[in-house]
């Protein structure tokens, strides 16, 4: 693959500036995604669904189908969809406070039955769009506006952080689980390798997928853009392992992307 086509601006992607805050790991995310998009040729037959948290905006920078459902709720509406549509690629974009919080049970269950889309879990350790709350994720001792003396597991009643992929890697419906991080160039590559893994399985329609990624929060944190990329290394890496937490159990070999099939024989086989 030439540089200009792995490095070039993705057509999936719009040539806007984002919202999001400085040092905030969303955009590379969404760099990621879109380039892989393109390279799989499904541009127009990819319908990506972003929930209420910050990646509410992603609509405005995903240049493909976009649905944007209720807070938590997004693995409910990917079901319909790839149910109705099989021949797509449909993508449910998340944050910690969506999946792991008010979208667990839907996010549970839709990974048990094995539906064939695939998850990216953006895991940021706060609640970053609503004011620096703590989440499923928050570490133990980490500081937060609901937890300003840092996350008591104990004592205070906190719990611990929920590591989503082991928690989905236990169930049957589960084909292929990764945690990735995007705080250096290193782990940004294999990231996408990851990304690329998810996606590619899910068109060979292998079973639920997902690829959680750990993102600096500067803002949310209250550090400084380098500050937080060190801290999601030297802190969060050594509770939330990176690598392939989960595989298929037999290779299945290079992806053959189905045909595009027509509308009506998607709902009538769907039915």
Same mark, same amino acid.
């Given at each position: 693959?030439?540089?200009? %086509?792995?490095? @070039?601006?993705?057509?999936?992607?719009?040539?806007?500036?984002?919202?999001?805050?400085?040092?905030?790991?969303?955009?590379?995310?969404?760099?990621?995604?879109?380039?892989?998009?393109?390279?799989?040729?499904?541009?127009?037959?990819?319908?990506?669904?972003?929930? $209420?948290?910050?990646?509410?905006?992603?609509?405005?920078?995903?240049?493909?189908?976009? $649905?944007?459902?209720?807070?938590?709720?997004?693995?409910?509406?990917?079901?319909?969809?790839?149910?109705?549509?099989?021949?797509?690629?449909?993508?449910?974009?998340?944050?910690?406070?969506?999946?792991?919080?008010?979208?667990?049970?839907?996010?549970?269950?839709?990974?048990?039955?094995?539906?064939?889309?695939?998850?990216?879990?953006?895991?940021?350790?706060?609640?970053?769009? =609503?004011?620096g709350q703590m989440a499923p994720t928050t570490?133990?001792?980490?500081?937060?506006? =609901?937890?300003?003396?840092?996350?008591?597991?104990?004592?205070?009643?906190?719990?611990?952080?929920?590591? $989503?992929?082991?928690?989905?890697?236990?169930?049957? @419906?589960?084909?292929?689980?990764?945690?990735?991080?995007?705080?250096?160039?290193?782990?940004?590559?294999? =990231?996408? @390798?990851?990304?690329? %893994?998810?996606?590619?399985?899910?068109?060979?329609?292998?079973?639920?997928?997902?690829?959680?990624?750990?993102?600096?929060?500067?803002?949310?944190w209250s550090m400084g853009a380098e500050e937080?990329?060190?801290?999601?290394?030297?802190?969060?890496?050594?509770?939330?392992?990176?690598?392939?937490?989960?595989?298929?159990?037999?290779?299945?070999?290079?992806?053959?992307?189905?045909?595009?099939?027509?509308?009506?024989?998607s709902i009538k086989g769907a039915a």
């Amino acid at each position: 693959m030439s540089e200009k %086509k792995l490095y @070039g601006h993705p057509k999936s992607l719009y040539d806007v500036p984002t919202k999001y805050c400085g040092g905030c790991g969303h955009g590379i995310i969404h760099r990621l995604i879109t380039g892989l998009i393109d390279e799989m040729g499904l541009r127009e037959r990819t319908v990506i669904t972003n929930p $209420v948290g910050c990646a509410i905006w992603a609509d405005l920078y995903f240049d493909t189908d976009t $649905v944007q459902p209720a807070h938590g709720r997004t693995p409910a509406a990917a079901t319909g969809i790839k149910r109705v549509l099989p021949d797509h690629l449909v993508i449910c974009y998340q944050g910690d406070g969506d999946m792991a919080a008010i979208g667990t049970a839907e996010m549970i269950h839709a990974a048990n039955r094995g539906e064939k889309f695939t998850t990216i879990f953006v895991n940021n350790a706060i609640y970053g769009m =609503t004011g620096g709350q703590m989440a499923p994720t928050t570490l133990i001792g980490q500081k937060a506006t =609901t937890s300003p003396r840092g996350r008591d597991p104990v004592e205070a009643g906190m719990g611990y952080p929920i590591r $989503v992929a082991e928690l989905l890697a236990t169930l049957d @419906g589960t084909a292929y689980i990764a945690r990735g991080a995007v705080n250096n160039a290193v782990n940004v590559r294999k =990231t996408r @390798g990851y990304i690329k %893994k998810a996606l590619e399985l899910q068109m060979s329609g292998v079973g639920f997928t997902m690829v959680e990624i750990l993102s600096p929060c500067p803002t949310g944190w209250s550090m400084g853009a380098e500050e937080a990329c060190d801290w999601l290394d030297k802190s969060m890496i050594p509770v939330f392992p990176l690598g392939e937490v989960k595989k298929p159990a037999a290779a299945a070999g290079p992806a053959a992307i189905p045909a595009a099939v027509p509308a009506a024989a998607s709902i009538k086989g769907a039915a």
